[in-house]
């Protein structure tokens, strides 16, 4: 009689984009690792999110440490309620914690009663971070030394933003930064395939194409390995638009070597691509925001501009603010039907539009159904 391998989905988080999240080792995961650099003092995060709509009946989640998941008891219990609620079970690893019944056994009841305890120091360590931190505050501003805290500086946002194709002076704009901070991690050269907008679909691309060839190697990988320098240059040949055939070029050599990298590290590891799409997704939700939230309000109807805002629930309100847009103009197509579906304006809107002369300064820069 066969049995079927159970699922273990990890998930690690750190507060800050400058912590590492290495440390959190998850040794038995063999499915996808959520992660995500945001405080833990709410549960609305992203990555915690998709993980809770992800597992399934009879999957384990791993964390590490139970002030990972959370930092407040409340919200502790109700995260992990939830993984329970989908007959799922969490395994927290440096508190050897394992909860796996919804109603609660009559063995999970010690445990249940250190994991409530856990949960209140983590919560009670934080709030004596907050208070010590707060009295040093107060003791600087008291003798006249307290300047604030200082911009963090998101290199690999920097750095991302510059590969999308954005210029410094915007980039320190929207980041609150010095251009000088700005400069100083311009790439010596604008690497478009490194952008995560391109790598996340790339990626995605190579994942699906290569996923039947890696499920057949049945761990005897060398004959892969060694037929991948052509491999790859197939996989450009009919992915990269404009492709030369010469891997070696100076147009072409950084991805080549990119896809090279890629598909050695899929084959050794089989978590390689949900760790970096995760990582990926969360990059892009950091650039758009600039680009989106914080780029000029000039008044364009930009297509993907709008549909992110609405995406993201922001009003139309805060759409008219953030993009110039006049409102009525903004009104005609904000709560639209088909636009609300497809993501575009379709022909007999625009005309109603510029029927009644909303346009004023607006370009028509947004996406029209033919």
Same mark, same amino acid.
Request: hydrophobic content about 35%; overall charge positive; proline content about 1%.
């Given at each position: 009689m066969s049995s079927t391998k159970k699922t273990i989905v990890g998930y690690r988080r750190v507060s800050s984009t400058s912590q590492s999240l290495a440390r959190q080792e998850l040794p038995d995961v063999n499915d996808r690792i959520f992660e995500? #650099?945001?405080? &833990? =003092?709410? #549960?609305? !995060?992203? *990555? @915690?999110? +998709?993980?809770? %709509?992800?597992?399934?009946? &009879?999957? +384990?989640? $791993?964390? $590490?440490?139970? /002030?990972?998941? *959370? !930092?407040? @008891?409340? /919200?502790?219990? /109700?995260?992990?309620?939830?993984?329970l609620n989908k007959d799922a079970s969490i395994r927290f690893i440096t508190e050897g914690l394992h909860f796996h019944d919804r109603e609660g056994s009559q063995g999970d009841h010690l445990q249940r009663l250190m994991f409530?305890?856990?949960? =209140?120091? *983590?919560?009670?360590? #934080?709030?004596?971070?907050?208070? !010590?931190?707060?009295?040093?505050?107060?003791? *600087?501003? =008291? =003798? &006249?030394?307290? %300047?604030?805290?200082? #911009?963090?500086? /998101?290199?690999?946002?920097i750095i991302d @933003?510059?590969? +999308?194709? !954005?210029k410094a002076k915007e980039i320190a704009e929207w980041l609150g930064i010095g251009i000088a901070s700005v400069y100083r991690l311009k790439p010596k050269e604008i690497n478009i395939y490194a952008a995560p907008s391109y790598r996340i679909g790339y990626l995605t691309h190579m994942h699906e194409r290569c996923r039947d060839d890696l499920a057949q190697l049945d761990g005897n990988n060398d004959a892969f390995v060694a037929d991948l320098p052509s491999y790859a240059t197939q996989f450009m040949e009919d992915y990269v638009e404009g492709y030369d055939g010469n891997p070696t070029g100076p147009e072409f050599k950084t991805l080549y070597e990119q896809v090279l990298n890629d598909i050695v590290k899929m084959v050794e590891d089989p978590l390689f691509y949900e760790r970096e799409r995760t990582s990926l997704i969360e990059r892009c939700r950091k650039v758009d925001h600039e680009v989106y939230v914080k780029g000029k309000a000039d008044g364009v109807m930009d297509r993907r501009r709008l549909s992110w805002l609405k995406d993201h629930h922001y009003t139309a309100v805060q759409a008219v603010e953030i993009t110039g847009i006049d409102a009525e103009t903004l009104a005609v197509i904000w709560d639209h039907p088909h636009v609300e579906k497809h993501r575009r304006i379709p022909k007999d809107v625009m005309a109603e539009i510029k029927a009644n002369s909303l346009m004023g300064a607006a370009n028509t820069k947004m996406d029209v159904d033919d």
């Open positions: 995500e #650099k945001l405080s &833990g =003092a709410t #549960k609305e !995060r992203p *990555a @915690l999110q +998709e993980m809770l %709509k992800y597992i399934r009946n &009879g999957d +384990e989640v $791993h964390v $590490h440490s139970i /002030d990972r998941l *959370a !930092r407040n @008891l409340r /919200d502790l219990q /109700d995260i992990v309620q939830s993984v409530q305890m856990l949960g =209140a120091f *983590a919560e009670f360590e #934080k709030n004596i971070i907050q208070s !010590r931190r707060q009295e040093g505050i107060n003791t *600087a501003k =008291a =003798a &006249g030394k307290y %300047k604030g805290r200082g #911009k963090t500086i /998101d290199d690999e946002l @933003l510059y590969n +999308e194709g !954005r």
